[in-house]
């Protein structure tokens, strides 16, 4: 019986260690070899520290700012912990909110964010991206049409002409992948961080 085991048995432990171990160290040091940033967390420092990722967006309120897409995130209640709290933007905690387009809440949400915007730029629009969340709830991108409607807001708080923003918007929006895959996007925490060094 012995026999018949023992073959199984380094058959487990050989694979464990080819596929458990020398496989994924081998692909992580790979990826740090050829994407060393990406392998990292694509983190983003300003001054020698770290502000945040690439890939995970950022509340910013300040009206001089850029706002990205509403996080659906949340997290335990500290005061009730049977309860939920809103933790925008919380990477352990990745997900939608799951609330159907006839849930009273997200409806409410949105009207609410949409009055907000309204007051904020009357003449114009409001995209999509600015009342909706994203899937994971930490969409670090918006639209260039987000992000031109918030032109006029942030020109008005930096005290610069709106042309000049404009410009900057235009500069920092990314092409679709490969020229077809995805949509052109805007990255609220480059564009604010590229604003912040803008004499």
């Known amino acids: 019986m012995l026999r018949e085991i023992r073959p199984a048995i380094v058959l487990l432990l050989v694979l464990t260690a080819i596929t458990g171990l020398a496989y ?10 050829l994407f060393p940033a990406q392998a990292q967390g694509s983190l983003i420092e300003k001054d020698g520290k770290v502000v945040g990722s690439a890939l995970i967006g950022q509340e910013f309120k300040d009206d001089k700012y850029f706002h990205g897409r509403p996080s659906a995130t949340l997290a335990p209640d500290p005061n009730d912990s049977a309860k939920t709290v809103p933790a925008p933007y919380n990477a352990a905690n990745s997900g939608g909110s799951n609330l159907g387009p006839t849930s009273q809440p997200l409806i409410d949400r949105v009207k609410n964010d949409a009055e907000k915007l309204k007051a904020e730029n009357p003449s114009s ?6 009342v909706t969340t994203s899937a994971s709830g930490l969409d670090p991108d918006i639209t260039p049409a987000a992000a031109e409607f918030q032109v006029p807001r942030v020109a008005k708080a930096r005290n610069l002409p709106q042309d000049k923003v ?34």
Do not use: S, W
């Open 24 to 33: 994924p160290l081998a692909m992580t040091g790979i990826a740090g070899m």
């Open 166 to 199: 404009q410009a900057f918007v235009a500069e920092m929006t990314q092409d679709r992948f490969l020229g077809v895959l995805g949509e052109k996007r805007v990255n609220v925490l480059k564009l604010n961080l590229a604003l912040d060094q803008l004499r």
């Open 125 to 130: 629009p409001i995209p999509v991206d600015l």
